[in-house]
C-alpha cells in the first residue's frame, strides 16, 4: 500500500467497550482501493473503535482522504435502553486523539445521503441499524453515490441479523462475504 509521506500514525487504544469491530481487512481493502484525495464514509460508529481503525489507516495511506462518519448516537432496536446515554460523547472522548481528522454528521443515514453527490464516493460501510428495511435503504441510498470501482460493504451478514443478510440478498449480486461483512465493488 502506498503510504502518507508523513510520521505513520499508531492505531489508538481508548475505552471503546464492545468488541464489535470484527473486519480490519475488509476496511484495509475500502483503504487500499481509496484514491489519495478519496471520500470514505463509514454508516453507524457506536462507540468509535471501527471508526479509530479507519480513520488512522486512511490517514497513513494519503492525508488528503476524508473520512465522515454518520450516526446518530442514539443506538437503534437492537440496543436496549440506558446503553445509549452520553454515547457521543463517549465516541468523541475516544476519537479525541483524532480530532480534526474526520467529519462526524450526527444525523442519520438517510439525511446524510443528501450530503454527497452521486459518483463521488470511494468507500461506504454500513453498519447502522440492522432491520431488512433501514439496510435495504441504505444500500438504496448509497450505491448511487459510489464512482465507478468504489465500494459497497456491510457488516452483520450473519444468522444473527437475518434482516441484513435479506437485504443484501434482494439488492446486490456479485458480491463477497469476508469477516461477516458483505462487499460489494461497483
Known amino acids: 500500500m502506498e503510504r502518507n509521506s508523513g510520521k505513520i500514525m499508531e492505531h489508538i487504544s481508548a475505552d471503546f467497550g464492545e468488541q464489535w469491530f470484527t473486519y480490519p481487512g475488509v476496511y484495509r481493502k475500502m483503504v487500499e482501493n481509496c484514491r489519495t484525495n478519496g471520500i470514505l464514509v463509514e454508516l453507524g460508529a ?10 488512522v489507516e486512511a490517514k497513513n495511506k494519503s492525508q488528503d482522504i476524508q473520512i465522515h462518519i454518520v450516526d446518530t448516537w442514539l443506538g437503534s432496536g437492537e440496543h436496549t ?3 445509549t446515554d452520553g454515547l457521543y460523547e463517549k465516541f ?11 467529519q462526524a ?3 442519520t443515514t438517510d439525511e446524510a ?10 468507500g461506504v460501510f454500513i453498519d447502522a441499524d440492522h432491520t431488512y428495511d433501514a439496510v435495504k435503504k441504505d444500500i438504496q441510498n448509497w450505491m448511487p ?8 460493504a456491510g457488516h452483520d451478514y450473519i444468522e444473527t441479523w437475518p434482516g441484513v443478510i435479506k437485504a443484501v440478498d434482494e439488492s446486490l449480486k456479485d458480491f463477497v462475504i469476508t ?3 458483505w462487499v460489494k465493488q461497483c
Open 113 to 122: 445521503a443528501s450530503l454527497f453527490r452521486d459518483g463521488s464516493l470511494d
Open 105 to 107: 454528521h450526527r444525523m
Open 46 to 55: 457506536w462507540k468509535g473503535r471501527s471508526s479509530a481503525f479507519l480513520i
Open 81 to 83: 435502553l440506558g446503553m
Open 145 to 152: 453515490k459510489l464512482r465507478k470501482g468504489g465500494i459497497l
Open 179 to 181: 469477516e461477516q461483512c
Open 92 to 102: 468523541l472522548e475516544n476519537l479525541s486523539p483524532l480530532k480534526g481528522q474526520y
